[in-house]
């Protein structure tokens, strides 16, 4: 029995390859005029891939992978900056009720923005008109008292004589005025200067952030709602707008509250002598931004300046910082933004702390309104799910 013949392709010339290729791609391109001609500018959309094939499954885990770690890489390299832009629009959804109130009266939401600015700068002119004389009156006075503070530090009978045996205040004093420190205190300097640009530079981005975000925060709310899908869109519109009020309450109530811990903590020190009364009075209006941890540090910072008046004053400040906590916590807070928030009060002390020692001060900040959307979240989304389930 004979071997059957092999059968040898006829090999195809490189020009006939160009021109089928050539005609392929001129039928593409005929279809595609033709696509564009009724009104599909982009064509139809082929056949979906077979995602259930080995191939896409597994690619599809790799880039899910991959991508996953870049976010990760990127939001720890960029922390300090997506802080930055995070409390830009914790403060414009703040601002945005307001905005929100005259854009309702019937003015135009560029001059209803330009309006929530100027009456904050004006408050702010107003301050710094009140505050700076004030300031540097203080401080004329604070050096003209500083040889009676260095005379104290040699007195042991005294607090500042008692501070000075302890940690040798006097003779760091004398080191640093000698030259002995210089490079010490040059550093320092250094190191103070930079965290001061830091932090004014920080503080430009986050107003001009606030701006434009206040400004377009309703076509931010758009975007982000037009990503749900459509089905679900108006519950998640709905849960939503509750969170962004909560939020604006929350801000709007703790500038109240901390603008009542500064006025209350200056007209105490000025009944009672303490100097600094005005920069004193800034500095926990500052800090009680901070939630529960906030008037407790600026009550320690006052007591320990009270001390230089007298051990009563110091002692009467404490018990006024404790009095004021609670009048703080039990009638302000409820009054002001209990209604809006609705957190409890163990789980905003668990919040702050945890906010704290995640992201620092812009963390204790913004604890409460993600506990109380973290509250609503569960209360309407996920207790229901659980419940059915």
Request: charged share 15%; aromatic share 8%.
């Amino acid at each position: 029995m004979g071997e059957k013949p092999v059968l040898q392709e006829r090999p195809s010339s490189p020009g006939a390859e160009e021109v089928s290729a050539e005609r392929t791609v001129a039928a593409a391109v005929a279809t595609a005029a033709a696509a564009a001609e009724e009104g599909q500018p982009f064509g139809n959309p082929g056949r979906p891939f077979n995602r259930r094939s080995p191939f896409f499954v597994g690619m599809t885990a790799a880039a899910g992978v991959a991508v996953t770690y870049g976010l990760i890489q990127l939001i720890v390299s960029a922390r300090d900056v997506l802080a930055l832009i995070g409390l830009a629009l914790f403060l414009a959804i703040g601002l945005d009720p307001a905005v929100a109130w005259l854009v309702r009266r019937g003015l135009p939401r560029a001059l209803s923005v330009l309006a929530i600015l100027a009456a904050a700068f004006g408050l702010l002119a107003c301050f710094l008109a009140l505050a700076i004389p004030a300031l540097v009156e203080q401080g004329g006075r604070f050096v003209r008292q500083l040889p009676g503070y260095v005379q104290s530090l040699q007195d042991k009978s005294s607090f500042l004589g008692a501070l000075n045996q302890r940690f040798q205040l006097q003779q760091r004093l004398a080191d640093f005025a000698s030259g002995k420190a210089n490079l010490s205190l040059a550093t320092g300097l250094l190191g103070a200067g930079q965290v001061v640009v830091g932090a004014a530079v920080s503080v430009l981005v986050v107003c001009v952030l606030t701006v434009y975000f206040l400004a377009d925060m309703s076509r931010i709310k758009t975007t982000l709602y037009r990503c749900v899908p459509h089905s679900r869109r108006p519950r998640v519109i709905l849960i939503g707008d509750e969170i962004l009020a909560k939020v604006g309450g929350f801000v709007l109530g703790n500038l109240l509250t901390s603008l009542i811990a500064g006025v209350a903590t200056f007209i105490w020190l000025q009944v009672f002598g303490v100097p600094y009364s005005v920069l004193l009075g800034l500095f926990v209006a500052l800090v009680d931004l901070v939630p529960v941890v906030g008037s407790t540090l600026g009550g320690v910072v006052v007591a320990l300046v009270a001390v230089s008046v007298s051990i009563p004053v110091a002692i009467g400040t404490v018990i006024f910082f404790v009095a004021y906590r609670f009048v703080e916590d039990y009638l302000l807070v409820p009054k002001i933004m209990g209604r809006t928030v609705e957190v409890p009060g163990v789980v905003t002390v668990i919040a702050v702390l945890v906010g704290g020692t995640l992201l620092g001060m812009i963390g204790a900040l913004v604890a409460i309104p993600v506990a109380a959307a973290l509250r609503l979240f569960l209360r309407e989304v996920a207790f229901p799910r659980l419940d059915r389930s």
